[in-house]
């Protein structure tokens, strides 16, 4: 008798919302427009505005818990925490797909945030008054190719962009993870944990003058977009290596 087979269908598309690709062009028209508008020197006034307001109002008490909540953003931090829960719920499922979501968000990070902010090569606002001292209106255009690379790469925020990013990813893991232990997660925990940070972090940096509030605009609108192309991923159904039979159990919809 010829054994059978268990054919795998074929994966569909998660879910995620608002549905449709509307949404993704709509992000990603968003980030090419606010670039171009930056790139002709517009919006100008209104980062310089909102960095002036910031500097005026910043005693030193909110000075500092706008450093301790900034940390929210932290990428290495956020990535190590995201690989961590993948590992521990591969090893609690004996599968390996719940580390593909953080290997994926990393390769995204990487291919696009440090990417953008050397081609766009923009001042900070501090870097007007500390190293490399320029004067205020030169740390506000884009393209300043002929800065030292590490005093020109504020466009877009990697903080913004990285707290989207990885809270998503962070949620994604933390539901399955705590079902292994027989807890569920609220789906409103879930939406604090993946909308409370962001926004704290979108606050913060723009606070503090290490960033422009368009900077912090554009790391939320590539942000969202990232963490759009993560959720759609069928990660239940990818196809996996024969090898990986035995590591190849669903997470988002394991019991």
């Not at 517009?42 to 910043?58: C, K, P, T, V, Y």
């Not at 704290?200 to 290490?210: D, K, P, Q, R």
Request: contains cysteine.
């Amino acid at each position: 008798m010829r054994e059978t087979t268990t054919v795998r269908g074929k994966a569909q598309l998660r879910p995620v919302r608002p549905t449709g690709w509307w949404f993704d062009a709509l992000l990603l028209t968003a980030l090419v427009g606010l670039t171009v508008a930056l790139a002709g020197e517009r919006l100008f006034g209104i980062d310089r505005a909102i960095a002036d307001w910031s500097e005026a109002h910043r005693p030193t008490a909110a000075h500092w818990t706008a450093v301790i909540l900034n940390y929210l953003g932290q990428g290495t931090p956020l990535t190590l925490i995201a690989v961590g829960l993948g590992v521990l719920l591969a090893v609690r499922l004996r599968s390996v797909r719940p580390v593909l979501p953080p290997i994926l968000a990393f390769a995204l990070s990487y291919l696009t945030i440090g990417p953008l902010k050397v081609w766009t090569a923009r001042p900070a606002p501090s870097a007007s008054i500390k190293e490399p001292f320029l004067p205020a209106e030169q740390t506000l255009p884009l393209f300043q190719d002929e800065l030292p690379l590490r005093f020109a790469q504020s466009y877009p925020s990697g903080h913004v962009a990285n707290a989207i990013l990885w809270y998503g990813v962070i949620a994604l893991l933390l539901a399955p993870l705590l079902r292994t232990f027989g807890r569920t997660v609220p789906p409103r925990l879930v939406t604090v944990i993946r909308v409370v940070p962001p926004i704290v972090v979108l606050c913060t940096t723009t606070y503090l003058g290490w960033h422009w509030l368009t900077d912090s605009v554009a790391g939320l609108l590539l942000g969202l977009l990232l963490d759009r192309l993560v959720h759609r991923v069928p990660w239940d159904d990818l196809p996996l290596p024969g090898a990986l039979r035995d590591w190849n159990r669903p997470f988002i919809s394991a019991p």
